[in-house]
């Protein structure tokens, strides 16, 4: 193994979509054992799909790993000693190094047409023989080759895959070896000029003096084809370690129907970064020291080790990154929770954009007392709704809040609630409690039949935030200006009152 001062891996996605959850544990698996070994992590593009690739997407991925707390040494933003980062700037090299395999004889022309090549596919499967190609044009002279080339004849360029097998080592699986008839001679530049993935990420990588390729195991069968290309050219081969595939509950392949899948969707979730790389962490990896769960960025560096990544697949477990979040929103500084649980509400269009200091005030108070319940931040609209949204009918229409008004001393409670809000200025935390002291001696009413009449009364259920922290975000919210009004505490026991036929 490569001296910890020469370590150099890479970290390399194609901009034609959005940042997926498997690529960023690629990345963050490559980030740690960098961070981890002291080590270089370079970030470079690949963007020869010129048609899928877009200039938003690579923004989009940059302030994702950014988001997530990765940052790279190297790459197309902040430079380094082996440029271009960026594939699509670097054709020229491409193409030199697929001409000096040609004047080698370790690659060659191939004039094969799609038809052709379709057709013999075809009949190996009929012959049940593994579909690879036949090697013809291996046998086509090499100046007969240049005249149909000059003649306009399109040809594709392929590797001569050597009679032998391939092997590699992979510091996840052990030695790995492919047969050469598997690997077939890979097509490395396409007929139309443009290379193959499996022939430019060779290219990359040994320009780039990488030492480690760590990707998902996704790619195991490209590596014999790269590995094929490294020994054609003389180069060193890197080590490798491929990542088990991420699978959702239904153990398929995690994709789009099983949710969020992209690093952009859990952000605007609400899920805070340091959960997500906690988490990510944990999908294909086995940490010493028991069962331990909570890792922070500094300890996970401290603590990785590319030996302990296991080959089995992990599966997505989004009740356990729900868990991680709910203690890493505990944990962090209430005034950044304050800021992202305003910009939820903000978007679900229960505050207004620009917050004065007592609408800020307000909302800080808001937050601390859902944020502890939530498993991500976007839901705090939906747990704040009893502060917004106030329906008596719709309260009195619930069966299990139906049952509570069936006696007599629930309709004496809300008909006496009724009457002293009616003649209160705005009610404290303080004043409620001496009400319900007084409500009691007057019904006779205690614990949940005192109670829970009021709580249906203000919230809607009988379940709810203690009411020293409930009737100040009531009282203080009904005089601020929001989008949607706050009722207040005289407010929804009027509406209440009404809504049932009593009169306070």
Not at 226 to 242: D, I, K, N, R, S
């Amino acid at each position: 193994m490569a001296q910890n001062d020469q370590i150099r891996v890479r970290f390399a996605p194609s901009p034609t979509g959005q940042l997926h959850i498997g690529n960023v544990r690629t990345a963050l698996f490559n980030w740690l054992f960098a961070r981890q070994k002291g080590g270089t992590f370079i970030l470079r593009i690949e963007d020869t799909d010129l048609e899928r690739s877009e200039a938003r997407y690579e923004t989009q991925l940059m302030e994702d790993l950014k988001w997530l707390g990765i940052d790279w040494d190297e790459g197309p933003d902040v430079g380094g000693p082996y440029p271009p980062y960026r594939q699509s700037d670097k054709m020229d090299v491409y193409r030199s190094y697929a001409e000096r395999l040609i004047q080698e004889q370790k690659a060659y022309y191939c004039f094969c047409t799609a038809e052709e090549l379709e057709r013999d596919r075809q009949q190996a499967m009929a012959e049940q023989r593994q579909p690879n190609y036949s090697g013809k044009c291996r046998n086509v002279d090499p100046a007969e080759a240049e005249r149909r080339r000059a003649t306009g004849e399109p040809a594709a360029i392929r590797l001569q895959i050597p009679e032998r097998p391939i092997r590699f080592h992979d510091i996840v699986r052990g030695d790995v070896e492919f047969s050469n008839e598997v690997v077939s001679d890979p097509i490395i530049v396409r007929s139309s000029g443009m290379p193959t993935y499996n022939y430019v990420v060779v290219i990359d990588d040994a320009d780039m003096k990488i030492t480690h390729v760590v990707r998902g195991d996704d790619h195991i069968s490209n590596t014999p084809k790269q590995v094929a290309v490294y020994e054609a050219l003389g180069l060193p081969v890197p080590e490798f370690a491929h990542l088990s595939t991420i699978l959702g509950p239904d153990r398929e392949r995690l994709s789009k129907r099983h949710g969020a899948t992209s690093v952009a969707n859990f952000r605007e979730m609400g899920i805070l970064p340091e959960a997500l790389m906690n988490y990510l962490a944990l999908l294909g990896w086995a940490p010493s020291g028991g069962d331990r769960e909570i890792f922070p960025k500094d300890e996970l560096i401290k603590e990785f080790s590319l030996e302990r990544v296991t080959p089995s697949p992990a599966v997505f477990d989004t009740e356990k990154l729900h868990w991680l979040n709910r203690y890493y929103i505990k944990a962090a500084q209430p005034e950044r929770i304050h800021q992202l649980g305003a910009e939820a509400l903000q978007r679900a269009g229960l505050l207004p954009a620009g917050a004065n200091g007592s609408v800020s005030s307000w909302t800080g108070s808001l937050i601390d007392l859902f944020a502890p319940y939530v498993d991500q931040l976007d839901q705090l609209p939906e747990k704040a709704k009893i502060i917004f949204n106030h329906d008596a009918a719709a309260a009195l229409a619930l069966p299990e809040n139906a049952e509570v008004f069936a006696s007599d001393k629930a309709k004496a409670v809300i008909q006496s609630f009724g009457k002293r809000a009616a003649n209160e200025p705005p009610l404290t935390a303080e004043r409620f409690k001496a009400i319900m002291d007084e409500i009691k001696a007057e019904t006779g009413a205690k614990g949940k039949d005192l109670f829970h009449p009021v709580r249906i009364m203000l919230i809607g259920s009988h379940s709810g935030p203690d009411f020293n922290k409930l009737i100040p975000l009531l009282e203080d919210g009904s005089r601020l200006e929001l989008p949607v009004h706050v009722k207040s505490v005289r407010e929804r026991a009027q509406e209440f009152i009404a809504a049932q036929g009593l009169k306070s």
